[in-house]
């Protein structure tokens, strides 16, 4: 099936080598995990226990009935030693549960689901148990997502498999290595949406992906679409675009226009949950970067601090270094590595700091309109930068800077390092003040 291409963006190196061809390796058992209490968008969780309490792994350790949220769970057996603000991945304070890992661990215990006889309502149930959220990086709950309002009507399920940041491999591993999970947990969100037809949409720098689940997949239904390769192909408004050629409207979701956008992995989440009610306390992380001895997949433990991962893949090899969490164009660079790894984080690459994009030295615009190029929601984001730099809200705002996607592209051409993305991200809660007056 032809899939349509979209204006702008770019065709920025891959150094997927790093570990593309590596296999998921289990972390090993960090001495301590950091459980933030708030690691999804909505509200944060209350603790469901006190300081000294032992847990085991699996455990929900944390919960609330506020709508939008994810309850978390010990990933590991424990004594519980703190519960207090950490740092949190976003330089934040992020009040967490911290759990002092036993030395031998209990096998978790999981149930064996027959997922013929599951209901909608089974499903939904045990994504919100398990606290899935969305884990491409945006960490949205996804029992929230799964029930979108009764009057728009969703007809096509997109799976995103594309993958188009730079380093990133976790989801290539993952579409390689599970693919008769990823496929089961494609077909119950099909049964759960009531849709006829899902697009799994893989770009093609990953054909060896692409096979695997080919041979795999004996549903007609399960479309495979092989993307070209270009950032930023996995966005939402660009996959709908290339997968349905529908256009989200400026302002809207995706199912404003009937369609609903899983990533893989949370597909293979899903399908853990429903059949062996098992909750979302691991997940893949590329850890990799051309400061780094030995670069790995690794399945990690939720919890696990950045310093323990960096430590199995052998270390920092060369000094300076910046680490982000996340690929290299929407990441963040790290203050410490005493942060944890947390459900939506896809990587940790260690970076040459003239590679990584935040925090360079910038100069003024020279009106050059690399970024107005590039841009692949035709903004201007030139105008915008300066909107947002000086303050003035009402021109951001009227400059469309809300339909920002954040793909950090218009930064990565400009030859004065203007940080335009930072300034959109600090602008964005300024806008929606603005609107919320009106
Ligand atoms: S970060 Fe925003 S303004 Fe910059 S290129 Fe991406 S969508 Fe355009
Ligand atoms: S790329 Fe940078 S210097 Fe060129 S127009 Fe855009 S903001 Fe200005």
């Known amino acids: 099936m032809e899939v349509k291409q979209f204006f702008g963006g770019i065709h920025v190196p891959h150094y997927k080598s790093f570990t593309e061809h590596k296999a998921i390796k289990e972390a090993s058992l960090p001495e301590e995990i950091i459980i933030p209490l708030l690691q999804h968008t909505g509200a944060p969780n209350e603790p469901l226990v006190n300081v000294g309490d032992k847990v085991?792994?699996?455990?929900?350790?944390?919960?609330?009935?506020?709508?939008?949220?994810?309850?978390?769970?010990?990933?590991?057996?424990?004594?519980?030693?703190?519960?207090?603000?950490?740092?949190?991945?976003?330089?934040?304070?992020?009040?967490?549960?911290?759990?002092?890992?036993?030395?031998?661990?209990?096998?978790?215990?999981?149930?064996?689901?027959?997922?013929?006889?599951?209901?909608?309502?089974?499903?939904?149930?045990?994504?919100?148990?398990?606290?899935?959220?969305?884990?491409?990086?945006?960490?949205?709950?996804?029992?929230?997502?799964?029930?979108?309002?009764?009057?728009k009507k969703v007809d096509a399920l997109i799976i995103n498999g594309c993958e188009c940041e730079p380093y990133l491999t976790c989801d290539h591993r993952l579409m390689l290595e599970k693919p008769a999970e990823l496929l089961q947990g494609i077909k119950l969100l099909m049964k759960m949406l009531s849709v006829e037809e899902a697009y799994l949409c893989i770009e093609d720098n990953k054909d060896d992906a692409i096979e695997a689940v080919r041979q795999e997949n004996d549903d007609p239904n399960i479309v495979l679409l092989r993307m070209p390769t270009k950032y930023p192909q996995g966005s939402e408004k660009h996959l709908v675009k290339a997968a349905l050629d529908r256009e989200i409207p400026s302002g809207g979701l995706p199912f404003d226009i009937g369609a609903?956008?899983?990533?893989?992995?949370?597909?293979?989440?899903?399908?853990?949950?429903?059949?062996?009610?098992?909750?979302?306390?691991?997940?893949?992380?590329?850890?990799?970067?051309?400061?780094?001895?030995?670069?790995?997949?690794?399945?990690?433990?939720?919890?696990?601090?950045?310093?323990?991962?960096?430590?199995?893949?052998?270390?920092?090899?060369?000094?300076?270094?910046?680490?982000?969490?996340?690929?290299?164009m929407t990441g963040r660079a790290q203050e410490t590595l005493n942060v944890?790894?947390?459900?939506?984080?896809?990587?940790?690459?260690?970076?040459?700091?003239?590679?990584?994009?935040?925090?360079?030295?910038?100069?003024?615009?020279?009106?050059?309109?690399?970024?107005?190029?590039?841009?692949?929601?035709?903004?201007y984001p030139n105008q915008i930068s300066i909107y947002c730099e000086a303050g003035m809200i009402e021109d951001a705002l009227e400059w469309n800077t809300m339909d920002c996607i954040e793909c950090g592209i218009c930064a990565y051409v400009c030859p004065s390092k203007r940080p335009i993305t930072q300034l959109v991200q600090r602008t964005k809660p300024l806008i929606r003040e603005l609107l919320s007056k009106r």
């Open 340 to 379: 944890p790894v947390v459900k939506g984080t896809t990587g940790v690459v260690v970076l040459p700091p003239d590679m990584a994009l935040e925090d360079m030295e910038y100069s003024d615009c020279v009106r050059c309109c690399k970024c107005v190029e590039h841009c692949p929601m035709l903004l």
């Open 260 to 328: 609903l956008i899983q990533n893989v992995g949370t597909c293979v989440a899903i399908y853990e949950a429903v059949k062996y009610n098992k909750p979302l306390i691991e997940r893949v992380v590329a850890v990799t970067g051309q400061n780094l001895k030995d670069p790995q997949n690794l399945m990690v433990k939720i919890g696990t601090p950045l310093s323990h991962i960096i430590d199995e893949c052998g270390g920092i090899v060369e000094e300076p270094a910046k680490v982000v969490v996340g690929g290299p």
């Open 56 to 151: 085991k792994a699996g455990q929900k350790i944390g919960a609330t009935d506020k709508f939008v949220s994810a309850p978390v769970h010990a990933s590991l057996s424990g004594t519980v030693t703190a519960i207090e603000p950490r740092p949190f991945i976003t330089g934040q304070m992020i009040d967490s549960i911290v759990i002092a890992v036993d030395k031998n661990q209990d096998k978790l215990e999981l149930a064996n689901n027959d997922l013929d006889k599951v209901s909608k309502e089974d499903i939904i149930n045990a994504v919100k148990e398990a606290g899935i959220v969305g884990m491409g990086g945006a960490a949205f709950p996804t029992a929230i997502k799964l029930s979108p309002p009764p009057d």
